[in-house]
């Protein structure tokens, strides 16, 4: 069980803003370290500094930094068999980039790699659609219903056809504000209620 004091009012805000600063300072001193310990892993082929910080570093840190060794330097990893940590081992036939490791720090490198890698996806209409039709069939949807958006599946799949001088479909704006307003009609006081007006 950890063992410290409870901050509480004013301390504690002052402890919260402070932190920005102090990830800030870690992460540029963790990249110095880094750097470091690459170039001279590319210097004399030597893993021991890359292996030192990677054996001080944060438990939740260490994936991001043997990732970021592994891209940059001349190395490679050996997990232990307990699934925890590791040895880094000097590999001749690869290159350090201390260029390219200068350009992200260890900490956000396995961010910037995810966002780099995903592209957004081009919404096809026939995946959408068999998806549907799926999703009716399994819930026991109206057999018409499900003949339908199979139908308009065999359109999206089938050769786009121009029609000249077809509108586009209007927008979900553009139907919102093309929708007639109803006005409530205000009672006329001249006019005798309905049920007043039935002739007796």
């Known amino acids: 069980m950890a063992q410290f004091a409870i901050i509480t009012g004013k301390a504690l805000k002052n402890a919260i803003a402070g932190r920005g600063v102090q990830i800030a300072t870690f992460t540029q001193r963790e990249h110095q370290l880094a750097v470091s310990a690459l170039a001279h892993l590319g210097e004399h082929n030597d893993v021991i500094y890359v292996q030192a910080l990677y054996d001080m570093?944060?438990?939740?840190?260490?994936?991001?930094?043997?990732?970021?060794?592994?891209?940059?330097?001349?190395?490679?990893f050996k997990a232990n068999e307990s699934g925890k940590g590791g040895v880094f081992i000097y590999a001749?036939?690869?290159?350090?980039?201390?260029?390219g490791a200068m350009k992200v720090a260890p900490a956000n490198f396995e961010k910037e790699a995810k966002e780099s890698t995903t592209e957004a996806k081009a919404f096809s209409v026939t995946d959408y659609l068999a998806?549907?039709?799926?999703?009716?069939?399994?819930?026991?949807?109206?057999?018409?219903?499900?003949?339908?958006?199979?139908?308009?599946?065999?359109?999206?799949?089938?050769?786009?056809v121009v029609v000249r001088n077809q509108k586009p479909l209007p927008t979900a704006a553009e139907k919102k504000a093309a929708a007639p307003k109803k006005a409530a009609k205000k009672a006329d006081p001249m006019q005798a209620p309905a049920a007043n007006g039935i002739a007796a």
């Open 92 to 99: 001749k036939s690869k290159a350090s980039d201390v260029e």
């Open 57 to 76: 570093s944060p438990a939740n840190y260490q994936r991001g930094l043997r990732l970021w060794f592994l891209e940059f330097g001349k190395c490679t």
């Open 131 to 160: 998806k549907v039709v799926e999703k009716l069939m399994k819930e026991g949807a109206d057999v018409r219903v499900i003949r339908a958006i199979e139908g308009a599946q065999k359109v999206a799949a089938g050769p786009v």
